[in-house]
């Protein structure tokens, strides 16, 4: 009876010590559960299929990002619709910065060309840009025209006869084709293709007259003179083609329209999260490793804005492409 009465005590004992143990190791699996953020991988989305420069940017930068942050950055191509695909999937996804958007311009163009289920400002919350992808317009050998002026001079000529490809309906080049011809005061017709493989086929086969491309995919075509490289369309000359003059120096005054990328999170993603990605997207792009292989990709690295002022140049863009579709009355079908 007596050990009975000294063994309750202990026993008592020994329980609230082993609750206490499993209360920390229950606090301790919490704490590493919901620790500093990254504690799990980030999933990057991608609106266009595997193999293209997008793809590629989003991968290049994955590898680097997931280094600079210690945890995995698994690239999910989600391709279709003009990237909405991508963009309806990020917005869906809960607001904690383990799913981001790999925006580009069209992220920024498709609010003026079709009806969305999401808002561009209020539905997502800008993190970072990358960088811009300079546009080069080129034309076909047979065709006798080496700047823009040219290029004006047999439209206005040749009125309603001469054609410019574009890597799609309601891309960047599209739009970009159309702000050229609206500031030159003439008219092509426009031949839209899936992807600028097949367009620059078409121009090297003199099946069109003209197209904007990236530089990207016009490097290769024109460094072996199958097509003539006559301006690009930054605000000033890019290292892949360092003697070919801007749109602006070739008399469209202030003319710029260029491609970007940049990476988007779900609106509500807090504020620390926000800004440990955009720290370490700056680290990352600013390595001269990392900025030499984007310039490879046709991409000048630029990485400098603060979250609020990407937002601020997203409004800007979607601002001057929604007055360039309204303008031209340019419609994807």
């Not at 329980?15 to 999933?43: E, K």
């Not at 003439?186 to 078409?202: E, I, N, Q, T």
């Not at 360039?324 to 994807?332: E, H």
Request: aromatic share 4%; glycine share 8%.
């Amino acid at each position: 009876m007596n050990t009975l009465n000294i063994a309750h005590p202990y026993r008592r004992q020994v329980l609230a010590i082993a609750a206490l143990a499993l209360l920390a190791g229950t606090q301790v699996v919490h704490a590493q559960a919901s620790g500093p953020y990254p504690n799990r991988p980030i999933r990057l989305v991608v609106g266009f299929p595997p193999g293209g420069s997008s793809d590629a940017t989003a991968r290049l930068l994955g590898a680097s990002l997931s280094t600079k942050l210690g945890q995995p950055v698994i690239v999910d191509n989600k391709p279709g619709a003009n990237t909405v695909i991508a963009a309806q999937y990020v917005k869906s996804q809960p607001a904690d910065g383990y799913t981001l958007l790999a925006a580009q311009s069209s992220f920024a163009i498709n609010p003026s060309l079709q009806k969305l289920n999401y808002n561009i400002t209020t539905d997502f919350a800008p993190v970072a840009l990358l960088g811009i992808i300079p546009l080069v317009m080129v034309t076909p050998n047979q065709v006798p025209a080496k700047t823009v002026s040219d290029v004006a001079a047999l439209a206005k000529a040749q009125p309603g006869t001469l054609s410019y490809a574009s890597y799609g309906a309601g891309s960047a080049g599209h739009i970009a084709s159309e702000l050229i011809l609206s500031m030159a005061g003439v008219d092509m017709v426009h031949v839209p293709y899936k992807g600028s493989g097949p367009a620059l086929v078409d121009v090297m086969g003199n099946q069109v007259s003209m197209m904007l491309a990236t530089v990207t995919a016009a490097l290769g075509v024109a460094k072996e003179n199958k097509v003539r490289a006559i301006a690009v369309t930054s605000g000033k000359r890019v290292a892949a083609f360092p003697h070919v003059p801007t749109v602006a120096e070739s008399g469209l005054a202030n003319y710029e329209l260029v491609e970007w990328e940049a990476i988007q999170a779900a609106a509500g993603t807090p504020k620390d999260v926000i800004d440990t990605l955009n720290k370490a997207l700056r680290e990352v792009v600013s390595s001269p490793e990392v900025r030499e292989k984007l310039a490879n990709l046709g991409i000048e690295a630029d990485a400098t804005k603060s979250p609020a002022e990407v937002g601020v140049f997203i409004q800007k863009e979607r601002d001057k492409f929604a007055k360039i579709v309204q303008d031209r009355g340019i419609k994807t079908q």
